[in-house]
């Protein structure tokens, strides 16, 4: 599937411009970036309280 994804994008932007595709766990990304929005918020509310 990724593969097809970078064959279709190099159609319109060429290959070597495209990044690297890969797959990845959507729940762990997800949860890692609610995890750093988090901690950015509470570190961005202590330096300003």
Known sequence: MI???AARSAFY???EHLP?????DWRQDYLS???H?????M???IKFD
């Open 43 to 45: 570190i961005s509310r």
């Open 37 to 41: 929005l988090g901690l950015d918020l």
């Open 33 to 35: 970036g609610l995890q």
């Open 20 to 24: 690297k595709l890969v797959a990845s």
């Open 13 to 15: 932007i060429p290959a």
């Open 3 to 5: 593969d097809s994804i």
